[in-house]
């Protein structure tokens, strides 16, 4: 490692990565390099500042905070003011203590400063100074207050806020406070927002911030902003209505629906159609959904034009089956559209819609040249319930594209011909791998005794992938046909055909399965031990308890994880020793999910395991362990959290420290 004055003559140098390379083993060479660091946090380079915030945020320490701080009253260079709230938004909580006290500094620059860096940071331990410097006689400082309130989300601010924003002589302090309390999302200021519509300044934020708080009863504000002549107060009240609608039930969905289609002008439909191609990413998706709400068949050539990106594709079928399913008339020659998203669009639509006479058409898209297009004329000849599709969904069953397959599978069962089944078996034997195992899926659809019948023989096919079809086909089947052919399976050559058929007997509560998992916990297959164990599990009681638990220090892997989940759940006491003893577990994946079963037990007798993760090498492991020990705060426990809070190398468990401790 080269010394100090070596590195400090580096820094000198006319080469920004060779200033930058001597940042790097400066960073390595601990406490003592803090004021080269300093130095090099004022460097002209970019990329010589980043690597220096890297280093002293890696070094550390409250009288590295403390420099940092001070570095933000250097008016005269401002590369190093930038580098060094960067690096204290690195330091989040910790730093927290150290900038409160600033937020009365002389020097009104630097209050902003330490104002942003506490909402970057987001510890709720400054809402009260943030709260307080909403009266700071510089505008910048108030509305930086405003916006760093917003970003902590915290319902305390909402009083302040508010105040704020019903005062008309405070510059951009009002608009501020309509996007924080926005952000809060706290339904008190429904009501004061409302108000503030009439003020043309705040149309904007206050309409944005009813679509992040808003309800059905703030349609009506929202829908007459649509017809405002300011385009940008347009896109706010779309957007806005489609993150209420996002947000809300379908009773809700419904309303808004109907609001927007009795409230929406023509001209604001016009308006919104001008804008649909001139807009991108959410906007765009908002504006379709407004003029599907709106529901004129005018717009549909405008709509059905713009796609042409598959990103499109689920917006548009969602904007269209918003429209009177009376519209259907007008969607029907676009199934023969030379663009196939649009046909696979039409599809879909006109199956919801259960447009009947759309069955012929549909039926011919069964051979379109596209397999999505295929796909979907299948699955809207399921809704209709057309039986002239039966014969060519059969032949969509040998389909070049498995996901054809699958939509066909699902049209017929849909369909519901229980006489396809005959035609599918009578010649079973004599048919290729992909499509038997297409009829034992297509089988399982039909809870009648002649399918399971025909399952029970399709078990003793010789191709493993056909007869794993089966036993998924045998899960879907009444107990009471399923239940014999499934304790066969478990008996299968393939152990993945074991492992389904375990899995499937699970999900059953009949007699005599328990015989079935205890043997198959001898299995030599891992996976086909671990699905035993969870349908032991399910079954519960103290013998099965106790058998599982015996398995714990001799199983490894996806058995192991298995075993520990259901120990957690189950509170098996003879579990508790081997769980201890599993803590410290190589694999961090056990260690993390021992703890959670752990939780299940008396803390004074996991205590000791549980607090000696928080030091874990594994950060996931460090988070589960916190997150078990907020359950049970003291004062010892908090001190460690508030350690952990301040200096643990990952900000998600820092995180999770500071929500532990209330902060």
Same mark, same amino acid.
């Given at each position: ?24 083993? =400066? ?11 300093? !130095? ?90 943030? #709260? ?10 108030r509305v930086a207050s405003a916006e760093a309130l917003g970003k902590l989300r915290d319902p305390r601010a909402v009083d302040a806020l508010l105040a704020c924003l019903q005062r008309t002589d405070l510059g951009w302090l009002d608009y501020a406070a309509a996007e924080a309390l926005g952000e809060i999302g706290d339904e008190r200021a429904l009501g004061p927002l409302m108000a503030a519509l009439g003020r043309i300044t705040l149309r904007e934020p206050v309409l944005e911030a009813l679509g992040k708080i808003g309800n059905e009863h703030t349609l009506v504000p929202l829908v007459a902003g649509l017809s405002d002549p300011l385009r940008i107060v347009r896109e706010v009240s779309m957007s806005a209505l489609l993150a209420i609608y996002r947000k809300s039930n379908q009773a809700t969905r419904q309303t808004i629906a109907r609001t927007v289609r009795e409230g929406m002008s023509d001209e604001a439909v016009a308006l919104a159609e ?46 269209? #089956? ?82 054809? @397959? ?36 297509? =089988? ?79 299995? @030599? $297959? ?21 058998? =599982? ?11 192991? =994880? ?41 803390? $004074? ?16 492991? !460090?988070?589960?362990? #916190?997150?078990?020990?907020? @359950? ?32």
């Amino acid at each position: 490692m080269p010394d100090q004055e070596f590195l400090g003559k580096k820094l000198q140098s006319a080469d920004a990565e060779e200033r930058r390379e001597a940042v790097i083993d =400066l960073g390595r060479s601990g406490a003592g390099a803090v004021p080269l660091l300093f !130095r090099a946090l004022g460097d002209a380079d970019w990329r010589v500042r980043k690597t220096a915030v890297e280093a002293l945020v890696h070094i550390g320490g409250d009288g590295v905070v403390a420099q940092l701080i001070k570095t933000l009253s250097l008016h005269d260079n401002a590369g190093a003011r930038n580098a060094a709230i960067e690096a204290l938004v690195h330091f989040g909580a910790g730093a927290v203590n150290a900038l409160l006290p600033m937020l009365g500094d002389s020097d009104a620059d630097v209050r902003k400063f330490i104002i942003d860096i506490l909402g970057d940071i987001r510890d709720h331990r400054a809402v009260p100074g943030l #709260i307080l410097a909403l009266q700071d006689p510089d505008e910048n400082i108030r509305v930086a207050s405003a916006e760093a309130l917003g970003k902590l989300r915290d319902p305390r601010a909402v009083d302040a806020l508010l105040a704020c924003l019903q005062r008309t002589d405070l510059g951009w302090l009002d608009y501020a406070a309509a996007e924080a309390l926005g952000e809060i999302g706290d339904e008190r200021a429904l009501g004061p927002l409302m108000a503030a519509l009439g003020r043309i300044t705040l149309r904007e934020p206050v309409l944005e911030a009813l679509g992040k708080i808003g309800n059905e009863h703030t349609l009506v504000p929202l829908v007459a902003g649509l017809s405002d002549p300011l385009r940008i107060v347009r896109e706010v009240s779309m957007s806005a209505l489609l993150a209420i609608y996002r947000k809300s039930n379908q009773a809700t969905r419904q309303t808004i629906a109907r609001t927007v289609r009795e409230g929406m002008s023509d001209e604001a439909v016009a308006l919104a159609e001008q804008m649909l191609g001139a807009t991108a990413g959410e906007l765009q998706k908002a504006c379709l959904a407004v003029l599907g709400w709106a529901g004129r068949e005018h717009s549909i050539p405008k709509l059905l034009a713009l796609l042409t990106e598959e990103d499109l594709e689920e917006p548009m079928a969602q904007a269209l #089956i918003a429209m009177p399913s009376g519209t259907g008339t007008q969607l029907m020659p676009y199934l023969s559209d030379e663009n196939a998203l649009v046909r696979r669009t039409v599809a879909r639509v006109l199956g919801e819609f259960g447009r009947t006479e759309a069955e012929g058409p549909l039926i011919d898209l069964l051979g379109d040249e596209n397999g999505h297009v295929r796909s979907m004329a299948a699955e809207a000849l399921g809704r209709l319930r057309s039986r002239k599709a039966v014969t060519p969904l059969l032949a969509l069953l040998t389909d070049e594209y498995k996901s054809v @397959q699958e939509s066909a599978i699902q049209a017929l069962a849909a369909i519901g011909d229980e006489s396809v089944l005959d035609r599918l078996v009578k010649e079973y034997t004599l048919q290729d791998v992909p499509l038997r195992r297409n009829i034992a899926l297509l =089988l399982g659809k039909f809870a009648t005794a002649s399918a399971a019948d025909a399952l029970v023989f399709a078990l003793k096919d010789e191709e493993a992938e056909v007869r794993k079809a089966v036993v998924h086909a045998l899960g879907n089947l009444p107990e009471e046909r399923s239940l014999r052919p499934l304790k066969l399976a478990v008996t299968d050559d393939d152990p993945e055909v074991r492992m389904l058929a375990a899995e499937a007997l699970g999900r059953l509560s009949a007699p005599g399965v328990t015989e079935v998992f205890i043997s198959l916990l001898e299995d @030599q $297959d891992l996976w086909v031990k671990a699905a035993a164990a969870r349908g032991l599990g399910r079954i519960g009681g103290a013998q099965a308890g106790q058998l =599982l638990a015996s398995y714990l220090d001799k199983a490894s892997d996806i058995f192991l =994880l298995a075993l520990v989940e259901i120990m957690g759940k189950l509170r098996v006491r003879q579990a508790q020793a081997p769980l201890l003893r599993l803590a410290d577990h190589d694999d961090a994946e056990v260690r993390k999910v021992v703890l959670t079963a752990l939780a299940g037990y008396s803390w $004074d007798t996991v205590r000791k395991a549980v607090v000696s993760r928080l030091s874990d090498t594994h950060w996931s492991v !460090r988070k589960a362990a #916190i997150e078990i020990v907020r @359950q049970h705060r003291d004062a010892a426990l908090d001190a460690l959290l508030a350690t952990i809070a301040a200096g643990d190398a990952d900000k998600t468990v820092r995180q999770a420290a500071m929500d532990a401790l209330g902060r």
